[in-house]
T-cell receptor, first 116, second 112 residues
Framework: GAVVSQHPSWVICKSGTSVKIECRSL??????MFWYRQFPKQSLMLMAT?????????EQGVEKDKFLINHASLTLSTLTVTSAHPEDSSFYIC????????????FGPGTRLTVT | SQKIEQNSEALNIQEGKTATLTCNYT??????LQWYRQDPGRGPVFLLL???NEKEKRKERLKVTFDTTLKQSLFHITASQPADSATYLC???????????WGLGTSLAVNP
């Protein structure tokens, strides 16, 4: 149980284009979803927290107009990287918590984004 | 500022031995602490959660201790196997927002 999928697993795009990453909880309803990015040999960096039906809460230093997050349902959240630049190249991972009494996070397999 | 420190150097142990990983924190009062496993190029996998009022928690070959006075958690893997080789992350949380503060992780290699 508690499976989270992410799509695509990797994507290459050109500078200036936008990329959408989907995160789905397959067998549970996710009251809260998180989006992280991770650079090689670095810790997970939280970008934003999203609750179904409400606007995402972004961490300090994360541009909300560049990283658009939509938590459309209790099983789906999307991250859109707009006007991508090479410095946006990273490993993006989503996670979800199952229910209001749960504190553990279940992660997707991650998306490797390369901007050329 | 809040800080989490995990063993910076990789840990190499022999199969069958017990691996012990350390997580120390400062300037923080967590309500709970979690351990995750991460394999290269993959998302982390949840292993154990321990709350501030719990001293120890076990799950199969895993054991976690939590000392809020020392501000330290120890993570043990008994009867280690090569398949346990991975990076292990420590994460702390305090609020109902479920946000976690993450350590850098410790790389564990179990040699056959």
């Amino acid at each position: 149980g508690a499976v989270v999928s992410q799509h695509p697993s990797w994507v290459i795009c050109k500078s200036g284009t936008s990329v959408k990453i989907e995160c789905r909880s397959l067998d549970f309803q996710a009251t809260t979803m998180f989006w992280y990015r991770q650079f090689p040999k670095q810790s997970l960096m939280l970008m934003a927290t999203s609750n179904e039906g409400s606007k995402a809460t972004y961490e300090q230093g994360v541009e909300k107009d560049k990283f658009l997050i939509n938590h459309a349902s209790l099983t789906l959240s999307t991250l859109t990287v707009t006007s991508a630049h090479p410095e946006d190249s990273s490993f993006y991972i989503c996670s979800a918590t199952p229910g209001r009494l749960a504190y553990e996070q279940y992660f997707g397999p991650g998306t490797r984004l390369t901007v050329t | 500022s809040q800080k989490i420190e995990q063993n910076s150097e990789a840990l190499n142990i022999q199969e069958g031995k017990t691996a012990t990983l350390t997580c120390n924190y400062t300037n923080y009062s967590p309500a709970y602490l979690q351990w995750y496993r991460q394999d290269p190029g993959r998302g982390p996998v949840f292993l154990l959660l321990i709350r501030e009022n719990e001293k120890e928690k076990r799950k199969e070959r895993l054991k976690v201790t939590f000392d809020t006075t020392l501000k330290q958690s120890l993570f043990h893997i008994t009867a280690s196997q090569p398949a346990d080789s991975a990076t292990y992350l420590c994460a702390l949380g305090a609020g109902n927002n479920r946000k976690l503060i993450w350590g850098l992780g410790t790389s564990l290699a179990v040699n056959p």
